[in-house]
């Protein structure tokens, strides 16, 4: 199975898991991906104009560096998170910051020049984003049963956990940039 085809039977999963986990609008949210150059190196994709949401519409821009240069898994992961940021977006688009903040104390929202940011507040304690992550987790090992368990952890918590510890750094950029031939993943062909 594509890469691609993956993406969409497993999309339809982390749809459900976020609507019984948090109980949101409900609706289904199109995503739409498109191919960009950003001009920071380091940023991997992010919703059209900041916000890119609309009340049941996703516009996402992924970087042409990784397209080109990633691992298969590490642009799986990228585009499941995108699916995270753009469901919480359409949440506080719903909810309102207020609401929205309410609903998810987990959750740090914060505006930055590439737009919205939303990052998981890692404080050990229990949260409903566990259960998320972990199906993430699941859903990278399906696709690639043979990438280590700490691969996939790094890739995972990359850009939803703070306070990422230096070899999950690591291990993440191997998976971005397979041309310094560190990755354990599937190059794209």
């Known amino acids: 199975m594509g890469l691609i085809d993956y993406f969409k039977q497993s999309e339809n999963k982390l749809s459900q898991l976020l609507n019984s986990l948090f109980g949101g609008s409900q609706s289904r949210i199109n995503l739409t991906f498109y191919a960009k150059d950003f001009t920071n190196p380091l940023k991997d994709g992010g919703l059209r104009g900041g916000t890119g949401i609309h009340p049941n519409n996703a516009q996402v821009d992924l970087s042409k560096f990784i397209l080109q ?5 590490y642009l799986l992961n990228t585009m499941y998170h995108e699916v995270w940021h753009a469901y919480l977006e359409a949440e506080k688009f719903r909810l309102g910051p207020i609401q929205f903040n309410t609903r998810y104390p987990e ?7 590439d737009g919205s940011k939303y990052l998981y507040r890692n404080d050990g304690m229990h949260s409903r984003f566990d ?4 199906l993430m987790k699941a859903e990278l090992k399906a696709f690639n049963p043979n990438l280590s368990d700490d691969v996939i952890d790094a890739l995972v918590t990359a850009g939803i956990i703070e306070n990422r510890l230096p070899n999950d750094i690591i291990l993440n950029q191997n998976e971005r940039d397979v041309t310094k031939n560190k990755h354990k993943g599937q190059k794209c062909p």
């Not at 259960?131 to 972990?134: A, E, N, V």
């Open 69 to 73: 240069n990633s691992t298969q898994e």
């Open 131 to 134: 259960t998320f992550m972990g």
């Open 107 to 113: 959750i740090q929202y914060y505006q930055s020049p």
